[in-house]
């Protein structure tokens, strides 16, 4: 089971990028990165996908070692709204096809004026 | 499209009452998942379907705790009799595809307080 570890907490001013890195050292062949965005009183919203090496959206940038044992999610200029917590994941593959999200603690970021 | 659909999304009741929480997945997603989540224990993952059908309900509390899907488009999650302990906010995700690299849609999720 791929255990994921991300900081409980970072804070950022607006404009700012923000780099959340998280660990996952016993990642297995089959498991993709994931991440996921939650705002109050709302739900997980699926944000960026990787694998391995770099992977951008309109939103953020995955980045990816070769050994894949770590992750950085980068949020580039950051504004309050992306004021949220941050769930780094990966996937348990299990026989069948079932892919199942395991969400840690995540990172609760606070993004100041 | 709507996205996922849940309701109600505030539920209030007494200790020993019957608890139903609705969801309808989004359109053409096979895969749907219940979860609930709580400041103690974060987001859980109480069962999943694929196809309609139940593949793992290994999160699922106990006994008094069901859930359901009779076709694509809804599913229950009923709690018979209800708890305080089981306060907490249920969300219903779905996704398009089970194997590989998936992709969860959340609903808004479902405010369960049990007095």
């Known amino acids: 089971l791929a255990k994921t570890t991300q900081p409980i907490s970072m804070d950022s001013y607006e404009g700012q990028e923000v780099n959340i890195t998280c660990s996952h050292n016993n990642i297995a062949t089959n498991d993709y990165i994931t991440w996921y965005q939650q705002f109050p009183s709302q739900g997980p919203r699926f944000i960026i996908q990787g694998y391995k090496t770099k992977v951008t959206n309109e939103v953020a940038s995955l980045f990816i070692p070769a050994d894949r044992k770590s992750s950085t999610l980068s949020l580039p200029r950051v504004s309050l709204s992306d004021t949220a917590v941050y769930y780094c994941?990966?996937?348990?593959?299990?026989?069948?096809?079932?892919?199942?999200?395991?969400f840690g603690a995540g990172t609760r970021l606070a993004v100041h004026p | 499209d709507a996205g996922v659909i849940q309701s109600p999304r505030h539920e209030v009741t007494e200790m020993g009452q019957e608890v139903t929480l609705r969801c309808k997945p989004i359109s053409g997603h096979n895969s749907l998942f219940w979860y609930r989540q709580t400041m103690m224990r974060g987001l859980e993952l109480l069962i999943y379907?694929?196809?309609?059908?139940?593949?793992?309900d290994s999160g699922m509390p106990e006994d008094r705790f069901s859930a359901k899907m009779p076709n694509a488009s809804f599913s229950t999650l009923k709690i018979q009799p209800s708890e305080p302990r089981d306060s907490a906010v249920y969300f219903c995700?779905?996704?398009?595809?089970?194997?590989?690299?998936?992709?969860?849609?959340f609903g808004p999720g479902t405010r369960l307080t049990v007095l």
């Open positions: 995700a779905s996704s398009p595809r089970l194997a590989g690299a998936n992709t969860q849609y």
């Open positions: 379907f694929n196809n309609n059908v139940p593949i793992d």
């Open positions: 994941l990966v996937g348990v593959y299990l026989l069948g096809g079932y892919n199942k999200l395991i």
